[in-house]
């Protein structure tokens, strides 16, 4: 069984950063695809980035570009987020997402193609 467990999150301060992470076990994180996600409350879940398996190819939605980084160390099973310039309204529980069968340089954004799903980590920033 593949499990996904997020953490870092906090409480941080606007115009500060975060860095958080989620372990992969139970798989092949190598051979995902991952991504990031992140849901305020009352909204939708967000996509914030995603990274492939082959190469490490990258996106990040318009909303989020230049102030997020994705990254994976696939000797320790680990994805990363790190987040600058934060504002109030990055306020969220950040989700990693993995997706399997995928090819390898494709990155994947839409929540439907994600397979398995980490249990998120709050992040809440504020004074």
């Known amino acids: 069984q593949v499990q996904l467990v997020e953490s870092g999150g906090g409480l941080v301060q606007p115009g500060g950063s975060f860095r958080i992470s989620c372990v992969v076990s139970g798989g092949s994180f190598g051979d995902y695809a991952m991504g990031w996600f992140r849901q305020a409350p009352g909204k939708e879940r967000e996509f914030v980035a995603a990274?492939?398996?082959?190469?490490?190819?990258?996106y990040y939605p318009d909303s989020v570009r230049g102030r997020v980084t994705i990254s994976r160390d696939n000797a320790k099973n680990t994805l990363y987020l790190q987040m600058n310039s934060l504002k109030p309204e990055d306020t969220a529980v950040y989700y990693c997402a993995a997706s399997v069968h995928q090819p390898g340089t494709i990155v994947v954004y839409t929540t439907r193609d994600y397979d398995y799903w980490g249990q998120g980590t709050q992040v809440t920033v504020s004074f």
């Open positions: 990274i492939s398996w082959m190469y490490d190819n990258v």
